[in-house]
C-alpha cells in the first residue's frame, strides 16, 4: 500500500466475500493470509449485501440480498472490483483476484458471468453454483431448509429469478473468462462434487478457448475440506499456489 501511495502503482489484490444467511466476515487478521501479503499483495473483504455485517436490513428483502433481491449480491461484488480498478486504481482486472466458498462460490460464478473480464484469477472452493437443479430435489437433506434462503423454485417467481442469476446457466459464450480453480469434497453433503465439475466444464465448453479451468476434488473430504490442521494447510498452499503462478508472483514480490 505505501508503494501505490508513493508511486501510484497499481498492486496485485485479492478480494474475498461471502454474501449470504446474513452472515458477517470480519476484517481480522488471520496468518494464512501472510503468504500474499508477503509478496507484495493487497487483501480486501467485501462486506456485500446477504451478509450481516451492516445489520438486518442488509440482508432481508427488500433492499437486502434475499429472495428476489439476491441480486444485488453479486452487484455489490462487482461494484467494490470495478472501484478497486477503476476509482481507487489501486490495482488492473488482470492483478486482481477473486475468492468463494460455497454461496461464496455461487457468488463468484455470478460475479464472473455479470462481468468474466474484471478478474485475472478467481477461486471457487466448493460453490454453489447449479442452484436450480439442487434446490428443486427435496431428496437432499438441506435442500427444503434453503428455501428459507433462496425461495422454492418449485414456484414459477422464485424459478425464474434462480434462472437468470444461476452461474450454471448464464454462462457468457465465448468471452474470456479469469483463470479459475474450482474445488470440491467426494463426501460433501451440502454442495455435491459434481456442481464444480459441472461448472467446470460448462465453462471449458462455452467460454473462450483461453480459459484456464481447473478442476480439484478432494476424495477424502466433505464440505468443510481438511479436518487435520495440516492437511488443511497442504490444502491452502494448494489453493494460493494456483493464485500466485496465474498472477505471475510465485517467486515473490519485486
Known sequence: M??????????????YSYGSYSSSIEDDFDSTRLPLLDRGMVYAIAHVRGGGEMGRSWYEEPNGAKY??????????????????????????????????SAGGLLIGASLNQDPELFGVAILGVPFVDVVP???????????????????????KFFDYMMSYCPMHNVQKA???????????????????????????????TASDDSIVALKVDMTAGHFSASDRYKYLKELAFDYAFLLSQLGIAEGKD
Request: aromatic share 8%; glycine share 6%.
Open 175 to 205: 468471452a474470456k473468462y479469469p483463470s479459475m480453480l474450482l474445488t470440491a469434497g467426494l463426501h460433501d453433503p451440502r454442495v455435491q462434487y459434481w456442481e464444480p465439475a459441472k461448472f467446470a466444464a460448462t465453462i471449458r465448453h
Open 68 to 101: 428476489l433481491c439476491k441480486k444485488n449480491t453479486f452487484n455489490d461484488f462487482v461494484d467494490v472490483g470495478r472501484w478497486l480498478v477503476n476509482d481507487k486504481k489501486l490495482t488492473t482486472p488482470a492483478q486482481l483476484s477473486c475468492e468463494g466458498r
Open 134 to 156: 439442487t434446490m428443486i430435489d427435496a431428496s437432499i437433506p438441506l435442500t427444503a431448509g434453503e428455501w428459507e434462503e433462496w425461495g422454492c423454485p418449485n414456484e414459477e
Open 2 to 15: 505505501e508503494k501505490h501511495a508513493t508511486t501510484g502503482k497499481t498492486l496485485p489484490t485479492h478480494l
